[in-house]
Structures are given as C-alpha cells and as structure tokens.
C-alpha cells in the first residue's frame, strides 16, 4: 500500500522535468504556507502583520525547508521519517511555524550522517542550504529551544545509534551463526561421504577374499550381493540412507571378522575342529545372509509405497479423463 502511493514520486524523480515541476510546486506552496499560520497564534504572527518583509523571510525559510525535505521524500526516505518525528515532536514544545524548520535540518542531518561515506558535489549545495535555512531560522525565531525538547531530540539520536549498532550486532552473530551451520552441514556431508566409501570398501574386500570352502564363499556372495543392493537403495532413496548406512556399519564388520578369523583359524585347527568350525561359520554366515535380505526388503518398501501411489496417481488421471471407467 505505501509503495503504491510512494510510486508518483518515484516517476518524479526519475524524469528531469517532472523534478523541475515538482520544485516549481514547492516554491509556489512554500509562498503560500505562512498564510496558513496567521490563524494560529505564533510567535512571528504580530510580526508578520506588521511587516511584509518577514513574511516573505519566513516564505524563504520554508521554500529552503521544503527544498530539503523534497530531496529526501525523493531520494532518502528513512531520513524524511526522521525529520517529520523531529517536526511533530517539535510541536508540542514550540511555535508551530518553526516546525518545517526542525522537520528539514533534522533530514539534512540524518541525510549527511547517512550519506558520510558517499558524498558528492551535491551535498555540498545542500549543505548551503542549510546554513541559510538556519540564519533564517534565527532571524526570525531566535534560536531559544526549550531543554526537554533538545533532550529528546539527543535521545533521538543515541537511540537511532544504539538500533544501528544493535542491528549491526544481530547482523554479525546471524553470519557467524551461518557460517558454523554451514561448517557443519559440509562436515556431515564429507563424513557421511566418507562412511559410504569405507562401507563401499569394506564390500569390496569381502568380495575380493579367496582361498575359501565353497559353501562358504556361496554365503559371502550372498551377503555381498545383497549389501550391494543395500548400497543401491542408499544411493537411489534419501530414506533409505540412514537405515541402510546404520545397518551395514553394524553387521559388515561382523561378516569380515567371522570370514578372517575363520580362514586364520582353518589352518590352525585339526581336522574334526575345522570341520565344526566350518559348520559353525557357516551357520553363521546363512543367518547374516537371511538378514541383509530381509533389510533390503524393508527399504524396498519406500519404493513399493512410491510405485503404488504413482499408479493409484495414474487410474485417477485415467478415469477422469475418461480412458477407463
């Protein structure tokens, strides 16, 4: 809503010759505007109706008022907000006629302090302005502000530069805040990166063990095989990650203990020992089989569940586009 109403003014500072109309208007309004107070008792009022000549002071001071405050409805907006708190404030310490006053030099100076960093030649004609707009402002009022008013017009400006810095602050912890989060998403990744190709490893030693019994080298195919499809599934489904990765950092070191410890010990025992301990690797062997198929079938169940949701997805688009009843 603001921006809509605002948007007249972005035109006019974007076209010269709608500036040059527009400062027109606020010559002709700042003629105008001591009118407005000899209605209102002021403290240049019985002035103004004694000598013609503060009155057009008083035009002038406005028209330098309004020349300052234009540039910052048009180029420095959070600037002009702080001028026209600095006029209302104003407003309820001293003579109302003085207001656009207090509104200008309050945005010239929020403007400058704004601005410190980039200031061109411009500024300094503004800057001039100023200056007449403040002699002006003393030939006519004598520069006697009340002391509450000053005091709230310093807190105005401590607390502005209090929420600067504030926000500054909350600035500079959100960005660390995320740069450590960051930190850590990279680091996750580069472990879990780092597990998937230790467990890829592992497999592959598995596979590449020779010098086994046959029945025994027919379960570890089992196993290997069906870890690989594990890994498959890891790769394909996000979901089955984590389960799939937990899974194998368990029981994949039990299968190479059991088929090293076995191979060292077939060598080492007698006869009838290698025999029971062959059974009993064996044995154990079968059942890590019987469980890397039954956790390949789980994770399986996500792409299932997925299948079934496209074809239920599929007979609904069918049927409503009347291609089956």
């Given amino acids: 809503m603001l921006q809509k109403l605002l948007l007249p003014f972005d035109h006019i500072r974007d076209s010269r010759w709608m500036r040059v109309f527009f400062h027109l208007f606020i010559f002709i309004l700042a003629m105008m505007f001591p009118s407005f107070f000899s209605a209102i008792p002021t403290d240049v009022q019985p002035t103004l109706l004694e000598n013609a000549q503060w009155k057009g ?20 907006r959070s600037s002009l907000v702080m001028g026209i708190i ?3 404030i104003w407003l309820f310490f001293g003579d109302p006629a003085a207001m656009p006053f207090w509104a200008a030099i309050t945005t010239l100076v929020f ?6 960093h980039s200031l061109m030649n ?13 002699l002006s402002y003393q030939k006519l009022f004598v520069f006697n502000v009340p002391p509450l008013f000053l005091i709230l017009y310093g807190l105005m400006f401590v607390s502005l530069f209090l929420i600067k810095k504030y926000a500054q602050y909350i600035e500079v912890r959100n960005q660390q805040r995320l740069k450590i989060k960051q930190a850590q998403v990279k680091f996750e990744e580069q472990r879990e990166q780092e597990v998937k190709s230790a467990l890829s490893r592992q497999i592959s030693r598995l596979e590449g063990i020779g010098h086994l019994p046959a029945a025994l080298k027919k379960e570890l195919n089992v196993i290997t095989n069906t870890a690989r499809l594990i890994e498959l599934c890891m790769q394909r489904d996000e979901r089955d990650e984590q389960p799939g990765r937990l899974f194998l950092e368990r029981y994949l070191p039990m299968v190479e203990t059991i088929v090293t410890k076995g191979l060292s010990l077939s060598n080492q025992l007698k006869e009838d020992q290698q025999q029971q301990s062959l059974n009993e690797q064996l044995e154990a062997l079968r059942t890590l089989g019987l469980a890397f198929q039954e956790k390949h079938q ?5 792409d299932q569940t997925d299948l ?15 291609y089956r009843k």
């Avoid at 002071?57 to 420095?76: K, P, Q």
């Avoid at 403007?111 to 410190?116: I, L, Q, V």
């Fill in 57 to 76: 002071a008083l035009s002038t001071l406005y028209w330098f008022a309004f020349i300052i405050l234009c540039r910052g409805l048009l180029y420095d």
């Fill in 86 to 88: 600095a006029g209302t």
């Fill in 111 to 116: 403007h400058f302090c704004r601005s410190r």
């Fill in 122 to 134: 411009v500024h300094g004609w503004y800057l001039f302005i100023g200056v007449l707009m403040f």
């Fill in 298 to 302: 789980e994770l399986l169940i996500n």
């Fill in 308 to 322: 079934k949701t496209e074809l239920s997805t599929l007979d609904k688009m069918l049927k409503t586009d009347g």
